[in-house]
């Protein structure tokens, strides 16, 4: 049996936890003028934390799911119709720690390079993407990976590293392509009201 004690501390950690969670959706609310460019039909889910805006170039037709976070001093490019799965990672940016450094384990260079993101990928929850990655058109990285190196268009890529595992039917590709037939488009028509990004 829970004492009264116990479920009063328990109540309030929770309450404490939904406070932070509601403030964090405040926090990180964007609208299609704060980027860089920003097309028809974005969804950007709650907690998604952006570094620079302005550096973020989004297409039409894209979703970038909850807890995601998006280094972008150095350039993200996403593509129609992409996805972009929970706590997401991309990183535009590092430290030096090679050649002539002035400081330990890294000096105070820091080294941007941008990540592109394709069309109509699907990146799966928890991975990471490091700078100067190229996804191309098509690909789908799996769950957890660790992206280190370009994918190429249609691969399904997983790991760490990510390895290429096999390729998409690219006949079935280019006709949905050319459809336009994305994921988003076809959700946000059937529940508009679940989508919290607005313009």
Not at 2 to 8: A, N, Q
Not at 14 to 21: D, I
Not at 51 to 75: F, Q
Not at 127 to 153: E, Q, Y
Request: hydrophobic share 35%; charged share 20%; with cysteine.
């Amino acid at each position: 049996m829970i004492s009264l004690k116990r479920l009063k501390r328990y109540l309030n950690r929770r309450s404490f936890l939904n406070l932070l969670s509601t403030l964090q959706s405040v926090l990180y609310t964007y609208s299609s003028s704060d980027f860089g460019e920003c097309g028809e039909n974005v969804f950007i889910n709650k907690n998604v934390f952006i570094s620079n805006c302005k550096k973020m170039r989004i297409g039409n037709n894209v979703g970038i799911n909850p807890d995601c976070t998006l280094w972008s001093d150095g350039g993200i490019a996403i593509g129609d119709g992409s996805t972009i799965g929970p706590n997401t990672i991309m990183m535009t940016s590092s430290h030096n720690f090679k050649g002539n450094i002035r400081a330990l384990p890294f000096d105070n260079e820091i080294i941007h390079k941008p990540i592109t993101i394709g069309k109509y990928v699907y990146i799966g929850s928890n991975v990471i993407i490091l700078p100067g990655v190229v996804v191309s058109d098509g690909s789908i990285i799996g769950a957890g990976s660790i992206v280190t190196k370009d994918v190429p268009p249609m691969a399904i890529v997983a790991g760490n590293p990510a390895k290429i595992l096999s390729y998409r039917d690219k006949a079935v590709y280019d006709k949905l392509s050319e459809e336009n037939q994305s994921y988003i488009k076809n959700y946000r028509s059937s529940h508009p009201q679940r989508i919290p990004f607005d313009r």
